[in-house]
Antibody
Framework: EVQLVESGGGLVQPGGSLRLSCAASGFTFSDHYMDWVRQAPGKGLEWVGRTRNKANSYTTEYAASVKGRFTVSRDDSKKSLYLQMNSLKADDTAVYYC????????????WGQGTLVTVSS | DIQMTQSPSSLSASVGDRVTISCRASQGISNSLDWFQQKPGKAPKSLIYAASSLQSGVPSRFSGSGSGTDFTLTISSLQPEDFATYYCRQYKSYPITFGQGTRLEIK
């Protein structure tokens, strides 16, 4: 069974940093691109960023709203995905989801349960 | 950026109804579109990929169609568990973008 479990969310002050983790199980993690998607309270879904797999040199893509502040990374040996968030703003307050990307199709097939990040003083 | 526009934004329907939700892309995306269902307080669930292919385990009352700029999600006979918010997403180009959502409510 595919499982994605996020952790690391919490309350952080504006300008602060936080690192989210996503532990994957039940599939060959190293084969897949992995994404982060967020959802502000009462709002819709917003794509945050992507890490490709080793075959594609672990290259990354980001939404304009987070580029230069957030970094997506992965550790295939630990079957883990990360989101390093720096210079956090109130607008970054959201539930952050880890999402698996289907190999060669690039759709989203599995989502984690999400972790809440609150940026407030 | 490719803008994704869903219509309607909200919809009231009854159990057993046939429901259609539309999603329009601001430029052609071939069939690089998927649909998700989200219930309050829960993570989204993937329903349809490549515009018309059903994800494993998704009931056959859900179907998707379209290509290019215009897409449709159809629920052939609404069940009580289908009342939720539905989102489309394009993955043709970066940045990946979602529709604003369609809230499906019980009439």
């Amino acid at each position: 069974e595919v499982q994605l479990v996020e952790s690391g969310g919490g309350l952080v002050q504006p300008g602060g940093s936080l690192r989210l983790s996503c532990a994957a199980s039940g599939f060959t993690f190293s084969d897949h691109y992995m994404d982060w998607v967020r959802q502000a309270p009462g709002k819709g879904l917003e794509w945050v960023g992507r890490t490709r797999n080793k075959a594609n040199s672990y290259t990354t893509e980001y939404a304009a709203s987070v580029k230069g502040r957030f970094t997506v990374s992965r550790d295939d040996s630990k079957k883990s995905l990360y989101l390093q968030m720096n210079s956090l703003k109130a607008d970054d307050t959201a539930v952050y989801y880890c999402v698996r990307v289907t190999v060669n199709i690039y759709s989203f097939d599995y989502w984690g349960q999400g972790t809440l990040v609150t940026v407030s003083s | 950026d490719i803008q994704m526009t869903q219509s309607p934004s909200s919809l009231s329907a009854s159990v057993g109804d046939r429901v259609t939700i539309s999603c329009r892309a601001s430029q052609g995306i071939s069939n690089s579109l998927d649909w998700f269902q989200q219930k309050p307080g829960k993570a989204p669930k993937s329903l349809i990929y490549a515009a018309s292919s059903l994800q494993s385990g998704v009931p056959s009352r859900f179907s998707g169609s379209g290509s290019g700029t215009d897409f449709t999600l159809t629920i052939s006979s609404l069940q009580p568990e289908d009342f939720a918010t539905y989102y489309c997403r394009q993955y043709k180009s970066y940045p990946i973008t979602f529709g604003q959502g369609t809230r499906l409510e019980i009439k």
